[in-house]
């Protein structure tokens, strides 16, 4: 098949273009605005490899949008790329309401205008997936229970906002025209090739470089924690296997409050990477909470586990120390980041 990634220079993006590559023989296209957190760097063999092209287009751009369709001839959309921190969002979220909301407008209509004219069995196969976050549910407290297909949407941020606004156009493009949509929410992912400013890598290079690790309020906001791997290979079987019309909560059943994460990094660092002047627990340091910061995501990824067949593959204990090993095996992506690509304003300490 022939597969069109949006934001396949992202985080997340990059690992579904690396298992396409590496897994199957399926054809990809790469569509990406190459932003601040893009890298084709993460692309690895894939950016050269035959089977793949990297188109770099703002989907705001309708017109190179339809022009990519036509020359692309896609059998599958997966629409990955979004403005993503919610601190940014905070700060600037007009961002993320044109890139968010509107591009995903405008992708759908390409993909509409695209799909409409194709032949009669080539619109039954065309999918498009629409991958989004469990931050448009809001917040659980300590004792509910965790997010479902069914629960109802309460975003709290310009970001979990304009998500959740995307969510919607996406089903009304299904439920209007007949586009065939595929809808998949999913909890925190960590893994390598993260942005600098999430929380798990943030907390790996303050520390390797003797940085204040900066906490959100007392830490004890928990998520639930997916290494991207185990996402990718999830969203590429909604992708092939999904049901149109429907959606997939996608989690990893690995809650942990962030205050742990931070922690566990510190004596993962501790045990590989000693620092002479003591613990890196000793860099911690609580600071003033964000506003509207959620206090708990967690997914119960029942349903998807059950018609799909999907199961996630990382224990976090061990999912983060082999992330923490990738960035003290990579330091000059993510030195160039910090130095020369990166401001470094309104860094995101808390996940």
Avoid at 51 to 75: G, K, W
Avoid at 179 to 199: A, D, I, R
Avoid at 299 to 319: H, K, M, N, Q
């Amino acid at each position: 098949m022939r597969f069109l990634i949006t934001g396949g220079c992202g985080f997340i993006g990059s690992a579904v273009v690396r298992q396409l590559i590496a897994e199957s023989d399926h054809t990809v296209v790469t569509l990406d605005k190459l932003t601040y957190a893009a890298s084709k760097d993460a692309l690895g063999h894939c950016l050269h490899h035959p089977r793949h092209t990297l188109i770099p287009t703002d989907i705001l751009d309708f017109s190179a949008l339809q022009a990519v369709f036509s020359t692309h001839e896609p059998d599958v959309v997966m629409h990955l790329a979004a403005e993503t921190h919610v601190d940014r969002s905070i700060d600037s979220p007009r961002k993320f309401v044109e890139t968010n909301v509107i591009g995903t407008f405008w992708l759908l209509e390409a993909a509409r205008d695209y799909w409409r004219k194709l032949p009669p069995p080539n619109r039954s196969t065309f999918r498009f997936h629409h991958i989004s976050t469990d931050e448009v549910f809001g917040a659980l407290s300590p004792s509910d229970p965790p997010f479902t297909e069914l629960t109802p949407y309460d975003p709290r941020s310009p970001y979990s906002a304009t998500k959740a606004s995307a969510d919607h156009l996406v089903r009304a493009w299904y439920h209007t025209y007949g586009l065939p949509t595929l809808v998949s929410n999913t909890t925190n992912n960590y893994g390598p090739w993260q942005f600098p400013e999430k929380l798990i890598p943030l907390t790996i290079i303050n520390a390797l470089e003797g940085k204040v690790l900066p906490v959100y309020g007392d830490g004890s906001q928990s998520r639930d924690w997916l290494f991207v791997e185990d996402h990718a290979k999830a969203l590429i079987t909604v992708a092939t296997h999904g049901a149109p019309g429907a959606t997939y909560a996608i989690g990893a059943r690995q809650p942990r409050c962030n205050l742990d994460v931070v922690e566990t990094i510190c004596q993962l660092l501790d045990a590989a990477h000693p620092d002479p002047d003591g613990p890196y627990e000793r860099l911690i340091q609580f600071v003033t909470d964000r506003p509207g910061h959620d206090f708990r995501y967690e997914i119960d990824p029942s349903y998807a586990e059950d018609v799909l067949g999907w199961r996630p593959t990382r224990d976090f204990g061990a999912g983060l120390a082999e992330t923490v090993r990738w960035y003290l095996n990579n330091r000059p992506w993510w030195q160039e980041i910090r130095e020369r690509r990166y401001s470094g304003q309104r860094l995101g300490i808390g996940a």
